[in-house]
């Protein structure tokens, strides 16, 4: 616990305006996939093709769309922001192995890995300071 409260802090003293610009695209691009996901299933299915034999595959589909709906909008307002990303964190890397269990989509791994790095980013960062957490930790 201390060391979140560590992070914490550091990331209040090194808040930034491009750093919530940045969550807040992070969380709009996994909202949006997330209603991506659920609007066109014959594309989500294809993309799961490769785990479509693994036992419990379509409880995998309905938590990557739905964490991908939620998280985003967590994200976006700045609400449990390392919980939102730390439920992201898996799904990206099941992402990265769908290009090499599966079609090989240069464009697809590359977008995966740049979100993942940059959920890993906010997951040690937290929210920051312009965030519906920080304002709730500030009046509570």
């Known amino acids: 616990m201390g060391t979140i409260k560590t992070w914490d802090k550091w990331a209040d003293a090194h808040s930034y305006y491009g750093l919530d610009v940045l969550r807040v695209a992070l969380g709009v691009f996994l909202f949006v996939k997330g209603v991506s996901f659920m609007s066109n299933l014959d594309l989500f299915m294809s993309m799961m093709r490769p785990y479509q034999d693994l036992p419990g595959s379509w409880i995998i589909l309905h938590y990557v769309a739905a964490a991908h ?9 700045g609400l449990l922001t390392r919980w939102a990303v730390g439920f992201q964190i898996p799904i990206l890397f099941g992402a990265i192995m769908t290009n090499f269990l599966g079609e090989m989509i240069p464009a697809n791994l590359i977008t995966a890995i740049i979100v993942l790095l940059v959920c890993v ?20």
Request: glycine residues 14%; aromatic residues 34%.
């Open 69 to 77: 709906f939620v998280g985003g909008f967590f994200i976006i307002i």
């Open 121 to 140: 980013f906010f997951f040690v960062y937290g929210s920051g300071r312009f965030s519906l957490d920080a304002y709730l930790k500030k009046y509570q």
